[in-house]
Structures are given as C-alpha cells and as structure tokens.
C-alpha cells in the first residue's frame, strides 16, 4: 500500500553556532524534514529516521529526493568526483 506523502518544512544540513565566555561552540545538526504521511500524522524525519510509528510505512525514498542524501552522480563524466583514487595505493617505480 503506496500512502501519499505531504512536506510540510524541510530545513538543511547546517552547524548553529553558540558564543561562550571564551569563543564559538559549532554544533553540528543534520538535516530534518516534516512531513504528514498518508495515514494523518506529522512527523520530522532524518536519513537515518525515516519510518512512520502509526502506520509502518518508510518515506526512505522521499526524504532522500526532498533533502538531497544518497544522491550520487555517474562518476563516468566526473572523474575528479570520484574518490577511489584517493584509496589507491601509489605503483612503485
């Protein structure tokens, strides 16, 4: 069963920063998407929380697409893109 998924809000990866006695407090916070899912409840999702409790169905998918995780491009037309050759050992001469 396939339910409809509404987004309500989606706010971005970003770090908050917080100002203390002697300097700046970065503090990192994932990226978040409220969405109502098809069965009426409103719920914040993150990639690694993407279940609805009520109903049981996943919106894996939809948070992927809304906020941009797990996007990978075809490395064939963007070598310099690729990290494999960051893991390869250098070849003795």
Do not use: N, Q
């Amino acid at each position: 069963m396939d339910l409809a998924v509404k987004i309500v809000e989606c706010i971005g990866a970003r770090y908050e920063v917080h100002d203390v006695e002697m300097g700046k407090i970065y503090k990192w916070c994932p990226a978040i998407a409220t969405v109502e899912c098809g069965c009426g409840e409103r719920l914040t999702l993150t990639s690694s929380r993407t279940t609805c409790f009520r109903c049981g169905a996943d919106h894996k998918y939809v948070i992927r697409e809304v906020l941009g995780i797990g996007v990978e491009e075809d490395e064939g037309g963007h070598p310099w893109r690729s990290l494999r050759s960051y893991f390869s050992y250098l070849k003795p001469i």
